[in-house]
């Protein structure tokens, strides 16, 4: 598959959101890494009010809906640069989970749920969560379920227990994967139902703490208990019994949109670790860029993200122009690749700062601490080298 240079309109929208990066946002990770979240919300605020003036405000949403329409490749390399820095796609307004839910409910939405829950989401004015793993159940089987929602007259009564719901803490509204009908097939019993975080019932337990940290607001992940929470059946996304269809519809792009802001992690890891490389003096005159094995880490992580980067760009230009059910193999090719290379080039710039490495002085501590799940959350490695060794091997049975 050959790639052809970007257009110039979009090399233009590259440059300028290299330099909101740069300039507007790169600034803020000192203050990100030592105060919590909500501390910072007021600044994170200025710099989005930014991106809307700018016009880079919903990169990856049609411009029926405000966004800037950009298809999944283009969205693909301006992820690259969002992911340079921790807040990159909080500010644009295409973080996770709000861009999945985002898509959900333009494409399953009624109109009256568009109203109430997609615009005040494309605003930027609340925000969102996806709350579908169980502490109790195989989270990497997502057909497994105990949280239930009961028809009770024209509402659902939901009960259950959910655990990392990321950005729960603050959210307006969590989209629920709830059983509804016991009795249907695997695939058919559970369906999608849009729960707003007010009703009586939902309770947070705890944010979870993930590597020492508890986090806040969006950047958090939280422990849920429903406890016999009422919701209009009408709150539930497309009919009974596709919540399990929807989910992997969730998954096809942000698979993409994970992918490409992990390369944009290992870049800046890279950069950090070779100015750090030709910067740090081993003895007067002797700079670590001169050992054998820095040599290595440099040149081992050079090949390892260019490969990455053009398996995930291929995929997502296959699924621009096949769909996402056609690049289902490459999908699951780039999730356990991109995120093992994240960890080698994290874990190399780490050893490159020594103990610097550790601290926040840089933000490979944070993406250490944080992205070591990347190769857990949306389908473990093994989940996705079995699945894709299965249709592989099967076209030789
Ligand atoms: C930081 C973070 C954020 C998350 N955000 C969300 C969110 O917003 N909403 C949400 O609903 N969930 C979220 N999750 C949960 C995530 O989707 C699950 O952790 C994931 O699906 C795996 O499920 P599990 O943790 O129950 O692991 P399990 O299913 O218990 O699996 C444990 C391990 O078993 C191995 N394994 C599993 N299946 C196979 C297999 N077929 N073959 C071989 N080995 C296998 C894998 O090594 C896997 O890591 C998040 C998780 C993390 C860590």
């Known amino acids: 598959m050959s790639f052809d240079p970007p257009s110039s309109e979009t090399r233009m929208l590259l440059q300028t959101v290299g330099a909101f990066v740069r300039e507007e946002l790169i600034p803020l990770e000192r203050p990100f890494l030592r105060h919590d979240f909500n501390t910072l919300l007021p600044l994170i605020e200025e710099k989005r009010q930014l991106a809307k003036r700018l016009g880079l405000w919903l990169p990856q949403i049609p411009e029926t809906y405000g966004g800037m329409g950009l298809s999944l490749y283009d969205h693909g390399l301006v992820s690259e640069l969002l992911g340079r820095t921790p807040l990159g796609h909080y500010a644009l307004n295409c973080q996770a989970p709000d861009a999945g839910n985002m898509e959900i409910l333009i494409e399953y939405g009624t109109p009256e749920q568009k109203e109430r829950f997609l615009m005040p989401l494309l605003a930027g004015d609340v925000r969102s969560c996806f709350s579908m793993t169980e502490p109790e159940n195989a989270g990497s089987n ?3 379920l105990s949280t239930t929602a009961a028809r009770d007259g024209d509402d659902y009564v939901i009960d259950g227990h959910k655990w990392f719901t990321t950005a729960a803490d603050g959210a307006a509204f969590a989209i629920v994967m709830a059983v509804t009908d016991p009795a249907a097939s695997r695939y058919r019993r559970a369906s999608m139902i849009i ?17 020492g940290e508890r986090g806040q607001g969006w950047a958090s992940h939280a422990e849920i208990r429903y406890d016999g929470c009422r919701v209009p059946q009408a709150n539930r996304l497309g009919e009974e019994g ?12 942000g698979r993409i949109h994970h992918c490409m802001r992990w390369i944009g992690i290992c870049e800046r890891a890279f950069d950090l670790m070779c100015r750090q490389a030709t910067l740090r003096e081993l003895a007067p005159g002797r700079t670590l860029a001169e050992m054998g094995p820095v040599q290595n880490w440099v040149a081992e992580s050079r090949a390892e993200i260019d490969a990455a980067r053009l398996l995930v760009l291929q995929t997502a230009r296959k699924i621009d122009a096949e769909g996402a059910y056609a690049a289902r193999d490459d999908i699951s090719l780039i999730k356990f690749h991109t995120a093992g290379v994240l960890q080698n080039v994290l874990d190399r710039a780490i050893q490159i700062h020594g103990a610097m490495g550790m601290t926040d002085e840089t933000p490979l501590a944070f993406w250490y601490r944080h992205e070591r799940a990347a190769r857990i959350y949306d389908g473990p490695d093994e989940v996705h080298k079995w699945s894709v060794a ?8």
Do not use: K
């Open 242 to 253: 596709a919540g399990f269809a929807i989910a992997q519809q969730r998954l096809g792009p």
């Open 390 to 397: 299965r249709r592989i091997l099967s076209r030789y049975a």
């Open 142 to 144: 997502p057909t497994w």
């Open 195 to 211: 729960v707003p975080t007010d009703t009586p019932g939902f309770h947070i337990v705890e944010n979870t703490s993930v590597m």
